[in-house]
Structures are given as C-alpha cells and as structure tokens.
C-alpha cells in the first residue's frame, strides 16, 4: 500500500544582509508552527499498523517515547541523560526506499501518547512552504561584470526530483550577460562561474565551455554579501515554546545528507531538550553501505533497481554518477547528535518479507509521483505556464529527469498549437492533455533507445564470475568517448565503423550469403599512447555496444586456479550484454607465443579455455559480440591468435597535419595568445604520441601558473616594503593566456616516449608488413609452433 507524505517541507532561507532578518526568522517560525500535526489529524496506530513491525523494535520505541511522554518534567527522568538507550534524540535507521515506512512509525508513535508531531524535511534546502513568487532583491542590480554569488531558489519541491543542472549553492562567477528589459522575477542573466557545472553552456563563446549558465535574477547574491542560515535556530525555538503546552515528538527526515555539507549548522540540534520532546532522525543506508557492513538486525533485501534509482535522486545523488555520500563523516555526526540507536528490523518469514517488499515498491511510486508533478509545476511555474490538474498526470512507471520534463512541456506545447488553436496574445495555458502527449512521446522514445541495448541493471549474472565482471562493465552511454574526442587516424576510424559499427547497429544487412559476415576480431597495434583504448572505448559508444575492459594480465592474479572459470563467464556474460565490445588490453601478456614448456598448467589450461570460447563465439554469426584487442608488440601474438584476429590496424604514430588536429583538439578550451602558431608546434614535435602531445600542453599550460605565482609574490613583497596590507590573491581571470614560449619550453622538457629509430618501432613496422592491414604479407621462414587448438 501507498501511505501519503505529510505535506509539511520545513527548511532555512538564505538571507542576504540587505534583508530584515527578523521578519524573515518570524516567517519561518510561523511555517513551522502552521506544519505541527495534532493527534486527532493523524490516522495510523500502532495497534493498526499497516506495515510489518517487529516486536523487538516497537518494544525499544515505546520504551524511550514512554518515559519521556508519560513521565514529562518528572525529576527522576531528567537525571537519565547519560543513559544512551533512552536519551530523547533516536536515530531511526533502515534500508533505502522505506522512508515512508520510517514516517508512518513516527506518526503511529504520536499517536500512541497523544503527542503533536513535526516533520521536518531537508535542513539545508530553500523554503518550500512557500507558495508566493519573491520578488527580487531591492536596490540590487546586476550589471555586466558584476561579481555574483549563486544562492539557488527561494521555492523548490521537497524532493530533488531530477538530476542537478546548474551550479550549487556558493559557487561564485561574474555576470557577462544582463537583459534590463526583461520585468519577469524570473529575469534571467549570463553568469561565468569560476568552475565548470553541471549542464553548463559557453554563453555564446563569453567563457568556457561548461562555465556559463543563465540564472534567474532572484537566484543571486552580490558576491559581497554575507549570508545567515536560518533554520536549525528557529527549529529550536518552536520546539522550545511549543513543549510548554504539551508533548511534542520531532521528525527530521534525511538528516544525514546534510550532515555531509554542513555539519557545524547543525551542532544545536545536540544540546538539551525540554521535558516532552522526542526528535527522531531518520537515516537510510544505500545498498553498497549494507553490503559493506550491514548494522546487526539490519538486512532488507535490496529494492527494484527502478526503486534504488528512484530513492538515490530523491535524496540528491545524481545516475550519471552524479555525488556520492560521505558515509563515515555522515555516521560519525549523526551517532553523536543522535546516540540512541534503533534499527527496523525486518520480518524473518519469507511471505511477510515479500509482502513487506511489495509494500515499499508501491511507496516508491507514490514518491514517484509526487516528485514528478512536482517537477513539472516547478518547470512551469518559472516559465509562466499556467497548468490545471497537473496532478492527474499517470507517472509512476519512473522518475522524469530535468530534461525529461523539459520534453514533456516542449512536446506538450507543441502538441497544443497544433490542436488547440490557443489565442497566441494571452498568457500561455497548457491543458493536461496536451502534457499527456508530451509523456507518451518520451515514454516512446525512452522504449526506443533501450530496445538494443540490454540495459545492466536487467542482466541476471549466473555466478560470483559474471558478477564481478558485472560491476566493471561500462553501459554505451557512461563511456563518454566518441571518435570527435580522437584527433586524426581517420583511416583507423573509417574502417572501425565499416567493421564493428555497422555490423552492430545493422546486423540485418549481414544476413544474406557466407561472405558479408562480421568480424567478430580486430587487433589494434602500435606504439604506446597512440589512442588505441580511446578508440575501442569510441567503437562502443558509436556502436551502443555495453564495454567490457578484460586486463589479461590480472586474471591469474585476481583468480588463482580458477581462471578457467573467469575466462568462461568473460563470453557468457558478453552474450547477456549483446551488443558488446570484449577489449583486451594488452593481449600478448596471456595469449602470446609459447616461449617455455615448463609454463604452469593452471596458465595453460586458461589459455586453452580462452580460446576455445572465443572460437565458439566466431561460429555464432547472430550473436553481436566483438573481441577488440591492443597490443605494443604484436609479434609476440601465437599465429593461433592471429588467425583469429583477421583485421589488424596499425596504430601508429601521427604525423605533423595528424598532430596539428590533435594539438586544436586537446587545446579546444584554453586561451591561447595570438602569437601562438600550431603548426610550428606540430612541426618541432616529430615522433610524438597522441599523449605527448598532451603532456606537453600540460607542462605547457603551467607555465602561466608559475608566473601568476610569482606576480603575487612580488606583490606581496612591495606591499610589506611599503608598509602596505597584503594584496589580494589573484584570480583564475588573471591567468595570462598561453604563448608559443611556452610550448618552446615544454618541448624541451618533455620529449617523444618512443623514438621513431628503437628498435620496437621497427619490429613494429616489419610486423605490419607481414601481417597488417595494408601489408606487404612477406611471410617469415621460420614461424614458432602454437600449442593452441
């Protein structure tokens, strides 16, 4: 069953010192006291409970609410303070995805003693209760040039319910775009941040790519200004005065994630109680944290994955990999602020288990729900849409991302032009139907985009083997390589997409006759830093192909004696993944010649299991798998290899036109002075790798570095012979752009890793002549023996 959320969302306003603190401080106060539940408002009991609730942990509830609600202000309970067990700040802990369970208990246990209740939520977010657009702040402007400081929104939903775009709260940037004729409290205006954020954009080629954003005018600060929170104080006073009246039990929801951002703004939540007063801070463990060391009494078995997602952006961590808790930092305060620790302890029969189970998925849609309307109205709020009944809207099958609602309303205004026939002078209203069309067009599109590709989450790994490689294979999506990220090796690439990329993408035009057949080997070779794993990693990505990184190096370590096993589940998970891209990073350390017959039988028979799998996987035409394997030395491969390696590509070192395009690629984003001449540079670096190259723009790029330090030093030095204050620290703006000697000084310190005249580059060249793409294919008279099948 779906149990609904309080509506009460408590939490601090950032104040800027041109506002009137007290009133601000008075209004929230009032918000608190407005959200306070009385008994009679609250439905559930605990005789009625309707979820699973052990004995052993209703029992430690009622033993600590007991003493303190039945025995209020009694002398003999005040002198209990050292006693853990009963101290009045419980942390309630549990599983992810059970926080409406955690709330219908606290809400059960009011109940029970006739107490009032207050839910807080997120102590650090902006105010959410409210429900009047701000106006912007008096007297400011923000004229092109001004220093800003990003305060985020004054209304916010009470969940994070998409994936964070824009900056966080803090990061400071200065305005380079200001539209004044713009009268919206939503006016926006182009800020450069001092640090590359999330979904940012280069305001039109103002600033750096992933530097800029444009940000509604009510979301900035002065840089000057100082700020108060407001918040854990005022909490802290209506609890004080509201338990004069009567007892009072206090809810903090996810206190542990702001812990992780602010944990001295919370340190007054650890100072004595009135008499009455229970607060109960609710923390969920992921998944991961279970796994590592599950706390005793605590083992809820993990949730859907659609669920797992759903709880991981309610509580702010973002799919992409977005932010990651501090789980020791965050336990540490939280066992300090909260010592008396109780754990839900989970059913221990199998059917009340799964009912329990079926329970908390069907909170996870009602959450899912709440969140996504309430990202929606936010969207349309801030871009003046007016929408009736957007609660009506059936989604509950996933939680829409920031760019999903963006979709939605796009499709959905779209959609209501076409066939509405709306008056284009009034205030744009968006009937529901219309943002109806708009879900079903990304409901589609999403079922579109995952039909090829597997998703991970779906794969169901047979044995510890495949599981292990599970957790190391990167989805399509997650690689973040294409060919653009590759400077030059056209050639390599064209017959890369002609080879893997299309057989993959389209395996029906390879159905016909024996001869139009994928490869399922390809061997790239050259010198080292070259760009053969961006390439493998761009193959994937172009391809929608799920990549599996195989070091063959690490297999007999990392199993000892069971490396057969590995090597099996490389290729039957790589055929649960289909389409999959099997690299193997440098091949020749397992699967090179015989060069000792005392090898080790383990080593052998894993050798042989190898490639007997990778055999069978080139009689199965239908199956969308490829080996793509890297190699610095080629002519260490057995024949036995080779065969099945039947395309090998040349890696091999750029020339000056190669370079100079690698040179604009890995210099895209840097200030470069106008005497700056990539050409020359190419032409002065014969013999340099692709990584060269970039170690020598990085040896390059901190040169300006160096001479800013030394600017501020010099400075420092004239202002104490002057008698001067110290001067302020210089900027990132203050970093010159890079000049040509600059380059002319990398050079000399960071020379080519592989000189064209070794002799591995001309067993390299000789090698490719004999068996490479393009090769003279003059066959060597004496060819070692394989003892491979």
């Not at 007991?66 to 009694?74: L, N, P, V």
């Not at 690698?662 to 002075?673: D, P």
Request: glycine residues 6%; hydrophobic residues 35%.
């Amino acid at each position: 069953m779906g149990m609904k959320l309080s509506p009460t969302m408590i939490t601090p306003i950032s104040v800027s010192a041109g506002e009137n603190y007290q009133s601000v401080s008075q209004t929230f106060k009032d918000g608190l006291k407005r959200g306070i539940l009385c008994p009679d408002a609250i439905q559930v009991t605990l005789e009625n409970f309707p979820y699973y609730l052990s004995e052993n942990t209703k029992s430690k509830l009622l033993t600590t609410a007991s003493i303190h609600m039945e025995h209020r202000g009694k002398r003999f309970i005040r002198s209990l303070w050292g006693i853990l067990s009963l101290n009045q700040r419980i942390l309630l802990s549990s599983s992810s995805g059970t926080e409406i369970y955690q709330e219908t208990i606290v809400k059960a246990l009011a109940k029970k003693f006739g107490a009032r209740l207050l839910i807080v939520d997120s102590l650090l977010l902006p105010a959410a209760r409210c429900t009047k657009v701000p106006e912007p702040l008096n007297g400011v402007t923000f004229g092109k040039g001004s220093r800003v400081k990003y305060i985020g929104p004054i209304i916010k939903p009470p969940f994070h319910t998409f994936i964070h775009r824009g900056p966080s709260n803090g990061y400071r940037g200065r305005v380079m775009l200001a539209f004044e004729n713009n009268v919206s409290s939503f006016r926006k205006v182009g800020v450069r941040f001092d640090k590359p954020i999330p979904g940012g954009n280069d305001l039109g080629g103002l600033c750096d790519k992933d530097h800029g954003f444009f940000c509604p005018f009510n979301e900035l600060l002065p840089s000057s200004s100082s700020d108060k929170q407001v918040g854990i104080d005022e909490l802290n006073q209506v609890i004080s005065e509201e338990s004069k009246s009567s007892t009072l039990i206090v809810f903090v929801k996810d206190l542990e994630r702001t812990l992780t951002r602010s944990p001295e703004s919370h340190e007054s939540l650890g100072k004595e109680l009135p008499p009455g007063v229970l607060i109960i801070a609710s923390y969920t463990l992921a998944t991961s944290q279970i796994d590592k060391s599950p706390p005793k009494g605590l083992s809820f078995p993990a949730l859907g994955n659609d669920a797992q997602a759903l709880i991981n952006s309610l509580l702010g961590s973002s799919g992409s990999k977005l932010q990651e808790r501090n789980n020791d930092y965050s336990i540490k305060h939280l066992t300090k602020l909260f010592p008396n620790r109780i754990y839900i302890e989970p059913p221990k029969d199998k059917a009340q288990l799964s009912y329990l189970n079926k329970q908390i998925r069907l909170d996870a849609e009602s959450l899912r729900a709440k969140a996504n309307v309430l990202s929606i109205r936010k969207f349309l709020t801030q871009c003046e849409i007016e929408c009736h009944d957007v609660e009506e809207l059936p989604i509950t099958e996933r939680l829409l991302t920031h760019d999903d609602v963006d979709k939605v309303v796009g499709y959905g205004i779209s959609y209501h032009l076409e066939h509405d026939k709306p008056n284009m002078d009034a205030k744009p209203v968006l009937p529901t139907e219309s943002l109806k069309h708009g879900l079903e067009r990304i409901q589609s599109e999403s079922m579109a985009s995952s039909s090829s590709t597997k998703a991970l989450k779906d794969v169901v790994t047979e044995n510890e083997f495949e599981k292990s490689l599970l957790s190391n294979v990167i989805a399509p999506h997650e690689i973040g390589v294409t060919f653009d990220d590759i400077g030059a090796l056209e050639c390599v690439k064209d017959t890369l997409k002609e080879l893997i990329i299309t057989p993959l993408k389209r395996p029906e035009l390879f159905s016909k006759g024996q001869l139009l057949k994928p490869a399922k080997g390809i061997l790239l070779f050259g010198p080292p830093g070259t760009g053969k794993t961006m390439l493998a990693k761009a193959v994937a990505t172009e391809s929608g192909a799920s990549f599996m990184n195989v070091s063959m190096s690490s297999i007999a370590s990392k199993w000892f004696g069971e490396g057969e096993k590995y090597v099996k589940a490389i290729f039957s998970l790589a055929s649960k993944l289909s389409p999959a891209v099997i690299f193997l990073d440098e091949v020749d350390s397992m699967l090179g010649k015989r060069q000792n017959r005392e090898e080790p039988e383990t080593t052998r028979r894993m050798k042989n299991e190898f490639m007997v799998n990778w055999e069978g996987l080139l009689t199965k035409d239908d199956e969308r798998v490829v080996v793509l394997a890297a190699t610095n030395r080629p002519y260490d491969l057995d024949e036995a290899v080779i065969r099945r390696l039947p395309r090998r590509l040349m890696v091999n070192l750029p020339n000056a036109p190669n370079r100079e395009r690698i040179l604009k690629l890995i210099l895209s984003k840097e200030v470069l002075a106008e005497d700056v001449n990539l050409e020359s540079v190419a032409s002065m670096t014969d013999g340099y790798s692709g990584s060269d190259l970039k170690n020598l723009c990085v040896t390059a790029a901190g040169r300006p570095i160096r001479d800013l330090l030394e600017r501020e030093q010099k400075e420092k030095s004239l202002a104490i012979t002057e008698g001067r204050p110290d001067p302020a620290l210089l900027t990132a703006d203050d970093i010159r752009p890079l000049r040509m000697d600059d380059f002319k000084s990398a050079h000399d310190q960071v020379c080519a890793s592989v000189p064209l005249d070794s002799e591995n580059m001309r067993e390299l060249i000789q090698w490719h002549d004999q068996y490479g793409d393009g090769g003279s294919r003059r066959k060597s008279k004496e060819q070692a023996s394989s003892y491979y099948m």
